[in-house]
Antibody, heavy 120, light 107 residues
């Protein structure tokens, strides 16, 4: 049974770079035609897609975040990662990783999420 | 960018039918997906491609999509259906894939 698990610091200082990793277990990140995505949810607010990556490295980014976002993949570790630079308090959110099904592009499996707080 | 509009809240009595709408310009030409999110939990896909259900999702959950409105219908609502529901479409050039969410309250 495929599972996704987010990991990374829960506290990041303003202007620094937020870094998170999603580890995929129960299956290979590169053995099937899925993309792998990041979504965030500020406290008490709705869902915001950040970006998605294919195991080959092909990416899609949210245009509003594109200048600050880098998503990468490490197939040897069965992981993909998120870096968000120059963070502010507005980037405080629960960050989810999810499997992104191409074609109709829905998210069919999600990690549990990890809260990242931006504060000095 | 493409905007999805959901009502902030919907209330329904147990055993009745809940309908949650998702409005968008010519949304009927797109595939719409729905997620259920309970407090403190990750979202769960309940309907994809307008009206398909993932395995394990009860038949009480159904979807439709036409014109400028997509609808998630929950029949015979139970207390456990109380949650936030989000619609989603795909537009790689948009900064908004998800609707704003609808809080379903079971009275």
């Amino acid at each position: 049974q495929l599972q996704l698990q987010e990991s990374g610091p829960g506290l990041v200082k303003p202007s620094e770079t937020l870094s998170l990793t999603c580890t995929v277990s129960g299956g290979s990140i590169s053995s099937s035609s899925y993309y792998w995505g990041w979504i965030r949810q500020p406290p008490g607010k709705g869902l915001e897609w950040i970006g998605s990556i294919y195991y080959s490295g092909s990416t899609y980014y949210n245009p509003s975040l594109k200048s600050r976002v880098t998503i990468s993949v490490d197939t040897s570790k069965n992981q993909f990662s998120l870096k968000l630079s120059s963070v502010t308090a507005a980037d405080t959110a629960v960050y989810y990783c999810a499997r992104h099904v191409p074609g109709d592009w829905y998210f069919d499996l999600w990690g549990r999420g990890t809260l990242v707080t931006v504060s000095s | 960018s493409y905007v999805l509009t959901q009502p902030p809240s919907v209330s329904v009595a147990p055993g009745q039918t809940a309908r949650i709408t998702c409005g968008g310009n010519n949304i009927g030409s797109k595939s719409v997906h729905w997620y259920q999110q309970k407090p403190g939990q990750a979202p769960v896909l309940v309907v994809y491609d307008d009206s398909d259900r993932p395995s394990g999702i009860p038949e009480r959950f159904s979807g439709s999509n036409s014109g400028n409105t997509a609808t998630l219908t929950i029949s015979r609502v139970e207390a456990g259906d109380e949650a936030d529901y989000y619609c989603q479409v795909w537009d790689s050039s948009s900064d908004r894939l998800f609707g704003g969410g609808t809080k379903l309250t079971v009275l």
